[in-house]
């Protein structure tokens, strides 16, 4: 537990960071289970107990589909998996976006288990294309050729995922969308979809807010369990 001083519009006193985790196996799989919680005392809070338990078996349930649906026996799938941190970062985007989802009332709209598969599987393109080191908010240091390679990975994740048995083509949708935005920006500039789903921005969304918390640990040389937040 850390704690800071901070100010807020909502006069919260200071901000308290509190993190942990586990990792559970699955045969082959084994995934970090962490959280990273934000308490204000004297302020508004929007985590707690019931937010930690939520996400813990959110991805519970995740690791459970992947099982179920056989993904493992995909080569592709099974070393996206077995990337630590991969399946860290990925993990975390599909707790957040299960968060969000329920916070924003769209779990009758959304199933857990396509928003949840969506955020776990929604960088394969980067390491179909081994660009696992290369992730958003890091564009201005590519070169040019990597940049052009990088921006195609949300369509080559996706045309992955279109090949296999039993995802939703709400998973296929958000993977290809995630980096796209209401105003135009992102990338990829044509989408083979006539709209860009919610269940794509939230996962874009969970992408770059995991990415910044990702950053942080690694700065305060923190264990490197995936961040649960919202």
């Not at 279109?162 to 209401?182: F, M, T, Y």
């Not at 919610?198 to 996962?203: F, L, P």
């Amino acid at each position: 537990v850390s704690g800071e001083s901070i100010s807020f519009p909502n006069r919260a006193a200071a901000e308290i960071d509190v993190y942990g985790g586990i990792r559970p196996t699955f045969g082959a799989f084994a995934f970090d289970i962490g959280v990273w919680g934000y308490l204000y005392p004297g302020g508004t809070c929007y985590f707690g107990a019931p937010g930690i338990d939520f996400a813990g078996n959110f991805v519970l349930n995740m690791a459970r589909a992947v099982k179920e649906l056989d993904l493992g026996q995909n080569d592709k799938v099974s070393q996206y998996l077995a990337q630590s941190g991969d399946y860290q970062h990925s993990t975390s985007v599909a707790a957040m976006a299960g968060l969000l989802a329920r916070a924003m009332n769209l779990t009758n709209e959304i199933s857990a288990t396509q928003i949840g598969l969506a955020g776990l599987f929604h960088d394969i393109g980067l390491h179909i294309l081994g660009l696992e080191d290369a992730h958003h908010g890091t564009e201005s240091t590519m070169a040019p050729e990597v940049l052009a390679l990088y921006q195609t990975h949300p369509v080559v994740g996706a045309e992955e995922l279109a090949r296999l048995s039993g995802i939703d083509p709400l998973v296929i949708q958000a993977v290809e969308q995630h980096h796209i935005r209401r105003d135009g920006t992102g990338f990829p500039q044509q989408s083979k979809f006539s709209f860009i789903h919610i269940c794509s921005e939230i996962i874009g969304i969970c992408d770059e807010r995991s990415e910044e918390h990702t950053s942080e640990l690694q700065s305060r040389e923190t264990i490197s369990y995936a961040v649960f937040c919202l």
